[in-house]
């Protein structure tokens, strides 16, 4: 087993857990409808064994209760600073008992408990954190920050001068909202200031912590910070700085991040591979080099860095080393990179794989086939994708769907039915077999299997047939989602006799989703109906369909909407704003670069990014993403561009 998989595997079991680092979960357990009290006694009295497997079997148990549990917060608060390490596979939730899982405590576990307690847990965690002397003021700190109650936010902002580095590393990291899975919100953009002063801690964790609360944040001010840090003497930091800059397309970085690919530390090495591009020329070489890097994840992120390269020098190397590697997640990107890179030389390197290579390889090699287009890959797709019990079959179905070969038609409707796949498989049908896929593809529409009623829209969808839109405007009144949304945005794409006013009748009554699809459909038909339909969902109470619409209004084309979409540009929805400024840059119009400067200072990264994007469309400058230069830019030129 490779070193990547194994890790995969322990990923897959602490994403199943609360945060592995010492947090908690993520999302609460609800209380058992069964009566607990009974339980928590006995938990209880597990809770002072001289055995810390049964303490921590007790606070894992106690966890599980939830709110229910609330009796027991005085014991568990007792536990806060015991860290006697027992293996990780005493949690119930390791059945399987892999052994490089990472050790627990009763620590640990309780602050858990704590967090899935709730609000319950609030006040004794803040008095317990007032306490110098209380040895587990630092578990309790993370605990406090997982409960989501307005109570805590002061307690976590005083603590960020506490003396102890380990509880002020743990306010930065509860005020962040790190480690707490990826569907977690970003922290508040308020913080920001908070987060750049705590940057420059004396303590690394503390410093770490916040740089990852900023990345969070994606806050524009934080890019001096980030730049900074590349040098810092501690390598967590370094790394974090690091990873940072993925967000910001700053040419500054790019020679100290080049540097970072000598560290002595292997994680800064991966963390510069991972952010540099191959688009700029200057990244180039050194990627390449990075592919030789002892570390799998060096030279794996240097692999999907270099599926940007535009200069041709990658192919080579890419291939050399994909022969070589014995890292499957490597070999992968390096698979992925040749697709992304499209030159047909990698072909017969790749078709030799595919079927020998270990699942998560083979993965790679599908995709990069696809990508490519490979006619001498359909064979051997079909073969995955007809194989019941064959990992890849998903991807097997999309790059048979990017090829559009006519032998994958039949293969292809045979495996339709197979709820696991049928998205995939469906809308592979309709790019392979257009039209003749239509008559396939319809029955589902009256499936019970919600999920395959879903996938014959989509692909009838991708069919580009207009034989497709008579069941397309029945599926559009659905009520279930999946099948009328996708519905609205095939008639978009179809148009055809009765699609307009079908979708025009979706945008006044469906659901925020469908009648957002409908509206941005109607846009991409350039119907020009729908311009007053779409300038008033810029004020709907769905932000999905206020997205829709700013969309739409870009497809539409029609310059009338400037103005309302540079009003949307300077409200307070950030993503709302960096929509504008993607629909303002389409638009064209000179009306729209003083507000768009304006928005360059962000404060989201996203929001810089688009609104430079849209000014570098307009003006033709590329002069970069910072604020300070395009202002002095529109200082100089607006009387001309305003005169125009």
């Not at 696809?370 to 890959?377: N, Q, V, Y």
């Not at 032998?407 to 498989?425: G, Q, S, W, Y």
């Amino acid at each position: 087993m490779s070193q990547r998989i194994a890790s995969l595997m322990l990923i897959a079991i602490l994403i199943s857990l609360p945060a592995a680092w010492g947090g908690s979960a993520d999302v609460r357990p609800a209380p058992n409808p069964a009566p607990v009290q009974s339980k928590v006694k006995t938990q209880l009295a597990h809770l002072s064994s001289p055995d810390p497997v049964e303490r921590v079997k007790a606070c894992w148990k106690l966890y599980r209760l939830g709110e229910a549990a609330a009796p027991a917060v005085p014991a568990l608060i007792s536990l806060l600073g015991d860290e006697t390490e027992v293996p990780g596979n005493t949690i119930p939730a390791d059945p399987q008992g892999y052994p490089d899982t990472p050790p627990v405590t009763p620590a640990q576990i309780a602050a858990w408990a704590l967090s899935s307690i709730g609000k319950a847990a609030v006040n004794p965690l803040t008095a317990v954190l007032r306490d110098p002397e209380f040895r587990g003021r630092a578990r309790a700190m993370l605990a406090l920050g997982a409960i989501d109650d307005p109570r805590t936010r002061e307690t976590l902002l005083a603590s960020l001068k506490d003396a102890d580095p380990k509880v002020r590393a743990n306010a930065v990291a509860s005020l962040g909202k790190i480690h707490r899975g990826r569907a977690a919100p970003p922290p508040s953009r308020e913080l920001a200031p908070v987060m750049v002063t705590m940057a420059s801690d004396a303590d690394a964790e503390v410093r770490t912590n916040a740089l990852a609360a900023l990345s969070r944040m994606r806050d524009v001010r934080a890019m001096p910070v980030f730049l900074a840090h590349l040098t810092d003497p501690e390598a967590p930091v370094r790394a974090e700085a690091a990873r940072g800059l993925a967000f910001w397309d700053e040419p500054r970085a790019v020679p100290l991040l080049i540097g970072l690919l000598q560290d002595q530390d292997a994680e800064v090495r991966a963390a510069a591979a991972w952010t540099l591009s191959a688009e700029d020329p200057r990244a180039v070489e050194a990627l390449i080099a990075a592919l030789s890097d002892p570390s799998w994840q060096v030279r794996a992120n240097a692999a999907t860095s270099l599926g940007a390269d535009r200069t041709g020098r990658a192919v080579d190397p890419l291939l050399a080393h994909f022969e070589e590697e014995t890292d499957t997640t490597t070999a992968s990107n390096i698979a992925r990179a040749l697709g992304r890179l499209g030159d047909r030389r990698a072909i017969p390197t790749l078709l030799e794989a595919l079927g020998k290579e270990q699942s998560f390889t083979e993965w790679g090699v599908i995709i990069a086939l696809g990508l490519l287009r490979a006619k001498k890959a359909v064979t051997p797709l079909i073969r995955i994708l007809g194989s019941r019990s064959g990992n890849n079959r998903r991807e097997a179905a999309e790059a048979l769907g990017e090829i559009r070969d006519p032998r994958a038609f039949a293969p292809l409707v045979k495996t339709l039915r197979d709820p696991e796949i049928a998205d995939a498989v469906a809308e592979a049908l309709g790019r392979v077999g257009g039209e003749k896929a239509v008559p396939k593809l319809v029955p589902l529409l009256r499936s019970p299997n919600p999920d395959l009623r879903a996938a014959a829209a989509l692909g009838l969808r991708y069919s580009r047939s207009r034989n497709a839109v008579p069941s397309l405007i029945t599926a559009l009144k659905s009520r279930d989602e999946g099948v009328s949304g996708w519905a609205a945005l095939g008639l978009g794409e179809i148009g055809g006799p009765g699609a307009v006013e079908a979708l025009l009748t979706a945008a006044r009554k469906q659901t925020p989703y469908v009648r957002g699809a409908a509206l941005y459909a109607l846009g991409e038909l350039k119907e020009k109906r729908a311009y007053p339909l779409l300038i008033a969902a810029l004020q709907d109470r769905s932000s999905e369909v206020q997205y829709r619409a700013i969309t739409g209004l870009a497809a539409l084309g029609d310059r009338r909407a400037v103005e309302p979409l540079i009003g949307m540009l300077r409200g307070k929805d950030d993503n709302l704003r960096m929509d504008s400024a993607g629909a303002l840059g389409e638009l064209g119009d000179p009306r729209a670069i003083g507000p768009l400067v304006a928005a360059v200072p962000g404060p989201s990264v996203d929001l810089n990014a688009n609104a430079v994007d849209a000014l570098n469309k307009l003006t033709h400058q590329h002069l970069g993403q910072d604020p300070a230069v395009w202002q002095q830019w529109w200082d100089a030129n607006k009387g001309r561009v305003e005169a125009r």
